[in-house]
Structures are given as structure tokens and as C-alpha cells.
């Protein structure tokens, strides 16, 4: 999508000028401003993350709502030095601590074969557990003051890369890679909010609703602008077309690791 | 799993006795206390939730953090009156309003066509993306003194009813329903924390460490004891039958949805 200068600054002010929609009669409620006004970072100073810090995110992750109180979800932990060890380069975006969200059905399975297998069933289970406990260590480290960006992608710590990811930990059949939470203290300030689609077109009562494509489509070139002003260099096209590159490759190993009966018992 | 009394009252204790173990050095933060004493809460008032609170809640849902920031989610609200129209009874527990969360890669495609279909990649986002959004809208509600619940099963507002709440509320292909979240005033204190294994057998340093059998049986005598003390008249053996008995149905109808190319194009 090639937009016009008048469009991309338009597109860009758009942007720039978004703000959470918070009721008024709601304001001053300090916890649902740091929740609203979460930003994924993606610039770390460098400064190291104390061990209590630390602990208390991993006990939000540990102490996350699950179904069936399952807990199907693993982290794994890693040091600037630890993470190079693994992944031969440093923290993405200079942070100072990576956690790997995993979904993991392999544990629970060591002491209770309650179910028939049925992969997809427990691999959604797990994956909507394991993204639950993301979430939270996300607005846990948010409440301590600690910045963080969810990468799926960026260093090989997410489901894009679940063969490579496996391998490098060691991950027995039945624990998926699906996302690293990169944590450390924000460089600069926070970042715009990222072009987000009006309420009342991702929400509605009752029965689905379609979404406008006049939105959607104006929401589309939000999204061009934006990637085009964090990176002049390139394009959100481009960027498409690198996922595009490994998405044939990432289908084929997810359904191996999610459907590989002899690797999970 | 049998239990005698002896051992039954031992777990129940532990079970009563376990609390969130957050680092003194961070006591007083209120936003992680709210976190990490976060409970499912299965008991409502009856008291409505007033209209801004709810929109506050469905903002952090929509400002949710998400891959790409493709926001491949939908919320389908309910009030008491719109959930006993469609489901037919009450919403569950007494709560005041019902959220369905569904991982939704139906809208984002009317603009952009940007990847070949590979459904268990597209399937893994989305199921990600919507599970940030509900923990956010979880937090949320806490946030604003709302309790809440997510449920996967009862009422069917979740995956195992994929088929049942798609025909209910006439999803187009690429919506899957996951969970619903219930949310009300509780009715009186918060429940005891349920069993949670320790931070040690969840979370290691790199590559992928089992956890303790013996940790993980004690953790499921756990589960046996409180579901006892819960519900009196059954057992957590009831409880896993009944999952049995609707996973085969799930597990085939979320293959067809997930994977069925037709509905999606």
C-alpha cells in the first residue's frame, strides 16, 4: 500500500493523537491507567532488573487464572549472558531479561492421564493457559515500573520458530514455544499507542457483528504510516513478506509438535 | 483418587494456608497486590455492573497488547437478559455480565490478504492475541473492584462448545469462540487460593527442567481435596469424566473449524 505524503501525515497525526478511552468518571483509579496505559517497549536502558522484581512477575506468571486449574504453561528464564549462551546474540532490544511463555501439557501428564489424547483440545487449553500467564507477568511487571514488548518473532523466542526454539531448550513432546516477554526499564518515554480499531468493532452484543470496512480500511492505513515512521528504511509490506518467509515452515512444525503422538508419551 | 480423612483434612490446610508469595521488599504496591490476590470468584451479588465500568473493562480489552498488532479478537457482550435469550438459563454463578472472547482472523482478512492460509499459525496467533486481551480485561476488572471468572465449560460459552455458541451466535468462519468471562460484585470474601504448584517447578533457566513427581503428586492430592471440600456430593474424578465425555466432540469440531478452508474464504 503506497500512501501519499498528505495521506502519511495524516495517517501519522492520527496516530499520534490516540489516546485510551479511559470514562472520565473513572479516572484517577491508578491501577486501570497503568493497565490502559500499558505500551509494548521496544528501547530498554540497559539497567539490570533486581531479583524481587523478577520474582514477583514470575509469581503473577505462576499465579495466573487457568482452566482446571491445569497450569499448562512453562517459563523459561534468561539472563543477558544466558540468553546470548543460547541464542548467540544479545537480549532483543537491549533488554535485560527474556522470559519464554510455553505452553506446556507434558508436566501435568507426568501424574494425571486423566484425558483420551486429543491434541487440538489440549493445545488450545494450554496455549490460552500459557497466554493468560503472559499477560499477567506483562501488567505485573507494568505495575513495578518494568517495560516490556512480547516477541513472537524478533530473536527466534516465539511459535514462529517452535523446531528451532525446541532444540536450542531441550523442550520434551508436548511444551510449544509461543512467545518471549522481553522486561527492563524503559530508555525514553512511551511510544504512541499502536493504530487500534474502535470498540464497537471488535465488541457487540449477542450475535456476531461485521466490522466496517471503511474502518477497517482506514485502520489498515494507520498501520502502513506507523511502520513507515518507525522505519523509513522499509515498509510494512516488507515486513509481511518476512513472516510470509517462515509461516510455510512454521505451519509444518507446529503440526508436527502439536499432533506428534509418539513425542508425547 | 481416594483420600483418607486424615490426609483429605492435611491438603485442605495446606490448600487454606497457601498465600501469594510476593517479596516484602515490594509490599504496599498496590497494583501487584491486586494482582497476584486476584481470585476466580464463582459467587455474584446480583449488583449491575454500571455501563462506564464495563466500558473501561472492554478498553483494556481493545488496548491489549497483540502479535503484530493484528487484534485477532472479538468480544461478544452479554447482559443477563441477552445471555438467557441465547443460552437459556441464567449466567452463571449469578454474574452480572458475560464477555465471550473469541480469537477472530475473519475480520482483519476483509482488508488485508497478506499470508497464504496456514491455519495452525493463523490459529496459534489469534488464540494468543484473544487470551492477552481476556487477562487484560480480567486485570481490568479487578482493577475497578469487578470480580470475575473466566469459563471454558460451563454455560458452553467456551472451545468445548465451539460448535454449539457458533450456530448461537452466527460466527463466520475464522471466529472461534475460547472463553467467557464472567464478571459481577463477588458476594462475600475472596476464595482460598487454589492448589499452585511452586515458582521452582513452573519456571528454570534455560533449557527445559522436569518437574519433581513428588511435588507434582502432592500438588494433585491438592486438586483432589479442594474439589472435595468444594462440591461435597462429587469428586474431581466427576469433574474429569465430564470433560472426558464432551473432549471428543470438541476435539472434532475445532479440527473442522480451525482447519475447514471453505468457511473462511
Request: aromatic letters at 8%.
Amino acid at each position: 500500500m503506497r500512501q501519499n505524503p498528505l495521506a502519511f501525515a495524516r495517517n501519522v497525526l492520527k496516530i499520534l493523537a490516540s489516546r485510551p478511552d479511559a470514562p472520565p468518571s473513572l479516572e484517577g483509579n491508578r491501577l486501570l491507567e497503568a493497565i490502559l496505559h500499558r505500551r509494548s517497549v521496544r528501547k530498554f536502558s540497559g539497567v539490570e532488573i533486581p531479583d524481587d522484581v523478577l520474582a514477583a512477575i514470575l509469581e503473577a506468571g505462576r499465579l495466573a487464572p487457568c482452566a482446571v486449574n491445569f497450569q499448562t504453561w512453562s517459563f523459561s528464564v534468561f539472563t543477558d549472558r544466558t540468553w546470548r549462551n543460547v541464542w548467540g546474540g544479545p537480549i532483543p532490544f537491549g533488554g535485560s531479561r527474556g522470559i519464554l511463555v510455553m505452553a506446556d501439557t507434558h508436566r501435568g501428564k507426568k501424574v494425571l492421564k486423566a484425558f483420551p489424547r486429543r491434541p487440538l483440545v489440549e493445545y488450545t487449553l494450554a496455549v490460552i493457559n500459557a497466554s493468560l500467564a503472559a499477560m499477567n507477568m506483562n501488567i505485573a511487571a507494568e505495575a513495578l515500573g518494568v517495560a516490556s514488548v512480547m516477541i513472537t518473532e524478533t530473536g527466534r523466542g516465539g511459535y514462529l520458530d517452535v523446531r528451532f526454539v525446541k532444540e536450542k531448550l531441550a523442550l520434551p513432546g508436548g511444551v510449544i514455544p509461543l512467545l518471549t516477554l522481553i522486561l527492563g526499564y524503559p530508555k525514553s518515554g512511551p511510544p504512541p499507542m499502536p493504530p487500534k480499531l474502535p470498540v464497537d468493532q471488535v465488541s457487540f452484543s449477542g450475535p456476531y457483528r461485521e466490522a466496517d470496512s471503511g474502518i477497517l480500511r482506514d485502520w489498515l492505513a494507520q498501520m502502513y504510516a506507523g511502520f513507515k515512521a518507525d522505519h523509513p528504511g522499509s515498509s510494512f509490506d516488507a515486513q509481511l513478506a518476512l513472516y510470509r518467509s517462515r509461516i510455510d515452515k512454521a505451519e509444518a512444525d507446529l503440526r508436527e509438535l502439536v499432533y506428534e503422538e509418539d513425542a508425547h508419551e
